[in-house]
């Protein structure tokens, strides 16, 4: 599990992380049949709720005390992720950065990008956030 997923987990919840993961092919899947492509009436009325992400992380015992609403570092103070150096790098590759400093700048954009993450995995976060 890689640094993103623990703080979706963290946010969205475990349960709602293994519910909205998607299934994973098979590796020697070839060609889908086409009864194999339709879906279920269970799966076509399954409904996927969007998590507030801003509400869940004000919530969280801690919050009023922590910035993390501009410090990617009291983020992970706040969801109980390990802030450290090699952790933010980690997560900085994950999201598409392999030059992560640790510099102020990177941080901002570390923070920026997993809020723009949180919001393509199903968060509705404000859009102050993801500018």
């Keep these: 599990m890689g640094i993103f997923s ?15 993961a998607p299934a994973a092919a098979p590796k020697s899947a070839t060609k889908p049949t086409p009864a194999a492509t339709k879906a279920t009436p269970a799966q076509s009325s399954a409904r996927v709720d969007v ?17 993390w609403r501009t410090s990617i570092v009291d983020l992970l103070k706040l969801i109980g992720v390990d802030p450290s150096y090699e952790n933010r790098k980690a997560l ?4 598409g950065r392999t030059d ?6 990177d941080n901002v954009w570390l923070h920026r990008k997993t809020m723009q993450e949180l919001s393509r ?3 509705k976060v404000p859009a102050e956030f993801l500018d």
């Design 100 to 105: 992560y400093s640790g510099e102020a700048e």
């Design 92 to 95: 900085a590759g994950e999201l």
């Design 51 to 67: 998590i507030d992400v801003e509400n869940r992380l004000d919530s969280m015992p801690g919050a009023d005390r922590l910035n």
């Design 6 to 20: 623990s703080i979706k987990g963290a946010i969205f919840g475990k349960d709602e992380e293994q519910k909205t």
């Design 121 to 123: 995995n199903g968060g």
